[in-house]
């Protein structure tokens, strides 16, 4: 009689204990989860807020033209210019680490925040040179940014997924703009190809690679983090 109460006391006892392995497990799914949904918001206001900085440069020299029924904000921007370039930039950030995982091919080339803020001001600068500088025709302005968006891979990226995710993301962008336009949503002032300017796969392509780098500098930072918590704890 009392073995049996022995028995039910410790069988009462192991069931109210926790296993702490499964601790551990969710503790870690629940820690990516939230670091996963901050660096998506931190992409998402980087995207936002070149959004809003590189279309003011595009309205300002009326190289596209918004109805005056949609000019809702002080940057002199369609309302939801900016949450879809952020939602974009987003994705593109987050998909990029996840490719190289996936592929087992770490992204090591040029990994430090100096870069990636070179990365950016080079972007800014091929975008500021489609709006601003002034070239004899549609086609040298557009050998030349495709010349400075490969040359930006080259110099930031190197890597095959990065060009090719570049190359696919240029294209469905460029897809979707064409279809806003041809549904009046917005225009370009001198269309030369398929109601669309003649470069613009070239800065969807830069902007890409270089929200492809800054999601990959985040993702790289996240695990420096938690490898430093893990040897912590």
Request: charged share 15%; proline share 0%.
């Given at each position: 009689m009392a073995d049996s109460t022995v028995v039910s006391d410790q069988q009462r006892s192991g069931s109210g204990q926790t296993d702490p392995s499964r601790?551990?497990?969710?503790?870690?799914?629940t820690n990516r989860?939230?670091?996963?949904?901050?660096?998506?918001?931190?992409?998402?206001s980087i995207g936002v807020f070149l959004a809003l900085v590189l279309n003011l440069l595009q309205v300002q020299r009326n190289v596209t033209l918004f109805p005056p029924d949609?000019?809702?904000?002080?940057?002199?921007?369609?309302w939801w210019v900016p949450p879809c370039c952020g939602t974009a930039s987003a994705i593109i950030g987050l998909l990029y680490p996840c490719i190289d995982c996936r592929l087992g091919e770490p992204h090591k080339f040029?990994?430090?925040?100096?870069?990636?803020?070179?990365?950016?001001?080079?972007?800014?600068?091929?975008?500021?040179?489609?709006?601003?500088?002034?070239?004899?025709?549609n086609v040298q302005l557009s050998l030349t940014l495709a010349a400075l968006s490969i040359g930006l891979w080259?110099?930031?990226?190197?890597s095959r997924s990065?060009?090719?995710?570049?190359?696919?993301?240029a294209l469905l962008a460029t897809l979707s703009t064409q279809l806003l336009v041809y549904n009046g949503v917005f225009q370009y002032t001198s269309p030369d190809f398929l109601y669309i300017r003649s470069w613009l796969p070239c800065i969807f392509f830069a902007g890409v690679i270089t929200m492809g780098n800054i999601g990959r500098q985040l993702a790289l930072y996240e695990c420096?983090?938690?490898?430093?918590?893990?040897?912590?704890?």
């Open positions: 601790g551990t497990y969710i503790a870690v799914i989860s939230t670091t996963l949904v901050i660096r998506g918001f931190m992409l998402f949609v000019i809702s904000s002080i940057f002199s921007s369609a040029k990994r430090e925040w100096s870069s990636v803020m070179r990365c950016v001001a080079v972007f800014v600068g091929i975008n500021h040179a489609s709006a601003k500088v002034d070239f004899a025709n080259w110099t930031f990226d190197r990065g060009f090719g995710l570049g190359v696919v993301i420096k983090l938690m490898s430093e918590k893990a040897h912590q704890d």
